[in-house]
């Protein structure tokens, strides 16, 4: 699929299905693009298709089958897109950083395809919202999950999920404990951490 040039193009980029329960569509909106009238559409389709394929299948339909509803708060956005929000403060990191996190059609600086999308739970955030709740979820993914990296934020518990080839499961929050909660070498990494979110739904392979 060549990058659309046409309304009805993006119309068919949108309905792409990328698993079950989530299309292309579902991970296009963004605020600066809405706002400030700047178009978020891939460069290489096929490219963020394959990544958020990947994505969806092993990150969110099993939040879902658990948790029920998982809202997107944001998830691709085009280097056009992204740049701007760079260099106007608006919680972007660089395009170099974004390749294979929010910039889906570009491989990361080793080659590795991937994707994120900023999420919420509201099932864990309308019964867990006390300070460092974010960590039932965070150890949740962690044991259950072959996610790349998880990062909080203090409203909602939001989390940019990050789906990665070859991935390396990190979890840091700017959510108060902010900093490092796990990363490979630290002596938490393995293991079970199942007593850190009692009372959560089992995980369910479909």
């Given at each position: 699929m060549r990058k659309p040039g046409s309304m009805s193009a993006l119309e068919e980029l949108g309905r792409v299905r990328l698993s079950e329960n989530f299309y292309m569509r579902d991970f296009?909106?963004?605020?600066?693009?809405?706002?400030?009238?700047i178009p978020n559409i891939p460069h290489h389709p096929n490219v963020a298709i394959e990544a958020g394929t990947n994505l969806c299948r092993e990150l969110l339909e099993p939040l879902r089958y658990a948790f029920g509803h998982v809202a997107?708060?944001?998830?691709?956005?085009?280097?056009?897109?992204?740049?701007f929000g760079n260099e106007k403060g608006l919680n972007c990191g660089?395009?170099?950083?974004?390749?294979?996190?929010?910039?889906?059609?570009?491989?990361?600086?080793?080659?590795?395809?991937?994707?994120?999308?900023?999420?919420?739970?509201?099932w864990v955030w309308d019964r867990h919202q006390n300070?460092?709740?974010?960590?039932?979820?965070?150890w949740w993914i962690h044991d259950h999950l072959p996610y790349n990296s998880l990062y909080f934020f203090p409203k909602l518990w939001a989390v940019n999920l990050n789906w990665r080839?070859?991935?390396?499961?990190?979890?840091?929050s700017y959510a108060e404990p902010k900093?490092?909660?796990?990363?490979?070498?630290?002596?938490?990494?393995s293991g079970d951490h199942g007593e850190s979110y009692e009372g959560f739904p089992l995980f369910r392979d479909r």
């Open positions: 296009l909106y963004s605020e600066i693009s809405n706002f400030y009238g997107i708060r944001s998830a691709y956005r085009s280097p056009e897109v992204n740049a660089s395009n170099e950083n974004n390749h294979a996190h929010h910039i889906w059609d570009y491989r990361d600086a080793v080659g590795r395809l991937g994707a994120t999308a900023c999420v919420v739970v509201p300070e460092g709740d974010w960590r039932k979820l965070a080839e070859q991935p390396e499961q990190r979890i840091d900093g490092t909660l796990t990363k490979p070498g630290m002596a938490n990494h």
